[in-house]
């Protein structure tokens, strides 16, 4: 019996992995966009990025973020073009 919940309390986990996160802390965030903690700030602070507060965590949403990097993507052919 105390295999096969171990199994199951594994099988769960697997699940768990392969949630994405509504929302993200602080570094994650940082380490999500590949920038520093001021530059992740400088972002909120000029309404780039959407965050919440619960009690004193800032939470960065994940589709802001994805957002953001959308928002700011250079397609291949516009940097050619450019001169990039």
């Avoid at 509504?22 to 965030?29: D, G, N, T």
């Avoid at 530059?39 to 919440?52: D, F, K, N, S």
């Avoid at 973020?65 to 250079?74: D, I, N, P, Q, Y």
């Amino acid at each position: 019996m105390a295999i096969s919940g171990a199994n199951d309390q594994r099988a769960s986990e697997q699940g768990l992995a392969n949630i994405e996160p509504i929302a993200m802390r602080v570094p994650e965030a940082c380490r999500y966009l590949g920038i520093g903690r001021s530059t992740l700030y400088v972002l909120i602070g000029q309404g780039e990025l959407e965050y919440i507060k619960l009690g004193s965590s800032t939470l960065v949403l994940t589709e802001s973020l994805k957002s953001l990097v959308e928002s700011k993507r250079v397609a291949h052919n516009k940097a050619v073009g450019s001169g990039l």
